[in-house]
């Protein structure tokens, strides 16, 4: 493998940074007190190129790699990960269509993602199914030509922002089989029966959507089924190997971030007559940090680049989405703890990364079941 970036490459790193540093750094505290986005950002990141790079280029998108994907996604959350994540989330889903949806599903959802005149979201977790997939509960049944879709999904990205939502469902109870159950479904936002609450209070990203959904008695058209039924389970296996790989960079993301202000303050705060930075066990919290980045990203990189050839490397990505979580999660830690009392204030940007960074350790697969993939693919 080539660990060199392309020129192209390196020129959309340059791109996304430039453009995070001109439009999140001065809201960004505005947007995580009021837990708000404003979706004009979007509008200018769909009019650069930002937003579903890895849409097919007949779809409007670029037609880029999902790694270039994640090479936005990192800068973005290097500068802001609030902000960050309410830009790259707006395709969440629609890897799925790709995937496994007809051409008529491609060509009305996907180019309207790309020209930001539309937002679409997944839902899978519910109140009661939450890392154990299989037994989600929301039930769609057939009558005559139409799905009729009850249940509840909580946690969910984009919920009060999305034009589409793609639902995971039960369509098949009564298989044998509990990973044959399950398929996704396409629902319009603006249909009878769909209703989303926005979730308030979060610990952190709290620029970004996320709602509780309801849907009661929703109706809509057989032909909105994405790919075969009863496959939902596998589908959502192979969409994860795509997601996670975006969280990994989310991960090192935030990693950058809480290293460049440890920098900062270090080199700034003075202390017994010396800059922090001068003091040994400085040092070595600064050097482990940029370890661990500097591995993390190693990790996603290769993991992402398979995944481009066409080479789906199940147990390198649970070790890319583990290891990018610790290293969030500990390299915030140590940076606020070079910060002292004053990074536990919101006035420094520390104290909100260090908020930002948990959510990596949890969502799209947490720790725990990263290592049992892990764990698996060594002891079978």
């Not at 290293?327 to 006035?347: K, N, S």
């Amino acid at each position: 493998m080539d660990f060199r970036l392309s020129k192209e490459q390196m020129d959309i790193i340059k791109a996304a940074r430039e453009f995070a540093l001109g439009e999140f750094v001065d809201r960004a505290l505005e947007f995580d007190r009021e837990e708000k986005f404003d979706l004009s950002i979007w509008k200018k990141a769909c009019e650069l190129g930002f937003i579903g790079v890895f849409i097919d280029e007949k779809y409007g998108g670029a037609g880029y790699g999902f790694f270039e994907h994640c090479l936005i996604s990192e800068e973005f959350w290097a500068v802001e990960p609030g902000i960050g994540q309410s830009l790259t989330s707006t395709t969440f889903g629609s890897e799925l269509i790709l995937m496994y949806g007809t051409e008529e599903q491609k060509q009305m959802i996907l180019p309207k993602l790309v020209s930001g005149e539309a937002i679409i979201g997944t839902a899978i977790t519910e109140p009661d199914a939450g890392s154990d997939t299989a037994s989600a509960s929301t039930l769609a049944k057939r009558d005559g030509d139409m799905w009729v879709i009850n249940g509840s999904k909580m946690f969910i990205t984009n919920g009060t922002l999305a034009t589409w939502v793609v639902v995971y469902c039960m369509t098949d109870p009564e298989n044998s089989s509990r990973h044959r159950r399950h398929s996704f479904i396409i629902v319009p936002t603006d249909t009878p029966g769909y209703e989303a609450n926005k979730l308030t209070g979060k610990l952190g990203i709290r620029a970004s959507d996320t709602a509780e959904i309801h849907l009661k008695d929703v109706r809509v058209p057989l032909k909105n089924l994405v790919g075969k039924q009863g496959n939902g389970f596998y589908q959502l296996m192979e969409f994860f190997n795509r997601t996670r790989l975006h969280v990994c960079a989310q991960g090192v993301g935030v990693a950058r971030a809480a290293l460049e202000e440890a920098i900062r303050y270090a080199k700034g705060r003075v202390q017994f007559g010396s800059p922090l930075s001068s003091f040994q066990v400085t040092q070595h919290k600064i050097a482990e940090m940029a370890t661990m980045i500097r591995a993390a990203r190693n990790l996603y990189w290769e993991a992402a680049w398979k995944v481009d050839q066409g080479e789906i490397d199940h147990a390198l990505i649970a070790m890319a989405k583990w290891f990018a979580g610790q290293t969030a999660v500990r390299c915030v830690d140590e940076a606020l703890q070079i910060h002292g009392g004053y990074g536990y204030f919101d006035e420094y940007r520390i104290q909100r990364l260090y908020r930002d960074a948990k959510i990596v350790e949890i969502y799209e697969g947490t720790k725990e079941i990263e290592k049992n993939i892990i764990a698996k693919a060594l002891l079978k």
